[in-house]
T-cell receptor, first 116, second 115 residues
Framework: AQSVTQLGSHVSVSEGALVLLRCNYS??????LFWYVQYPNQGLQLLLK??????LVKGINGFEAEFKKSETSFHLTKPSAHMSDAAEYFC??????????????FGIGTKLQVIP | EAEVAQSPRYKITEKSQAVAFWCDPI?????LYWYRQILGQGPELLVQ????????DSQLPKDRFSAERLKGVDSTLKIQPAELGDSAMYLC?????????????FGQGTRLTVV
């Protein structure tokens, strides 16, 4: 079975500071990995995903994440936080189930607060 | 821009009553998901459809929850009877394929409060 651990349910950063949201995964097969963002009372929106190939993945709004197999990590970063980045961020792992369909497991989420 | 439509946005119901949620996925998306998101947690898959067929309902509490996608397009999720612990956000998502790594597009969700 696969799982995702997001360290830190709440993270606060100052506007302009580095954003680092941590994600570690567990999977018995090579996973694909996602980061989604959720604004209050909204659905989730894809930020970026890792499938195969380049381990440094760039997404929307200046975010990027690096897949590190040896550390089973997929941490999300942004060099300079903006007020509009305040939201909840979910890391997710995707594997293929026995029927050949995608099964996605989400972490509990990290709520990012940006302080002016 | 194509979106996943869900209704209602908010629903308050008394425990033991029946409640239903509707979802219209992006046109052409064969895969449809229903997730439940309890406050402070990540989305948990309830049921996954490929066209009109259920391919994963292992986490669906089948004694009270049911889901259908009769023509392989829109879908309904029903709870009967509702319990206090069912209070949550119910999210519908769709994707153009079922393969690993396929992005899911989410609706805005239905926030259910059971009183």
């Amino acid at each position: 079975a696969q799982s995702v651990t997001q360290l830190g349910s709440h993270v606060s950063v100052s506007e302009g500071a580095l954003v680092l949201l941590r994600c570690n995964y567990s999977s018995s097969v090579p996973p694909y990995l996602f980061w989604y963002v959720q604004y209050p009372n909204q659905g989730l929106q894809l930020l970026l995903k890792y499938t195969t190939g380049a381990t440094l993945v760039k997404g929307i709004n200046g975010f990027e994440a690096e897949f590190k197999k040896s550390e089973t990590s997929f941490h999300l970063t942004k060099p300079s936080a903006h007020m509009s980045d305040a939201a909840e961020y979910f890391c997710a792992v995707s594997v293929s189930n026995s029927g050949g369909y995608q099964k996605v497991t989400f972490g509990i989420g990290t709520k990012l607060q940006v302080i002016p | 821009e194509a979106e996943v439509a869900q209704s209602p946005r908010y629903k308050i119901t008394e425990k033991s009553q029946a409640v239903a949620f509707w979802c219209d996925p992006i046109s052409g998306h064969a895969t449809l998901y229903w997730y439940r998101q309890i406050l402070g947690q990540g989305p948990e898959l309830l049921v996954q459809f490929q066209d009109e067929s259920v391919v994963d309902d292992s986490q669906l509490p089948k004694d009270r929850f049911s889901a259908e996608r009769l023509k392989g397009v829109d879908s309904t999720l029903k709870i009967q009877p509702a319990e206090l612990g069912d209070s949550a956000m119910y999210l519908c998502a769709s994707s153009p394929g079922q393969g690993i790594g396929t992005e899911a597009f989410f609706g805005q969700g239905t926030r259910l409060t059971v009183v």
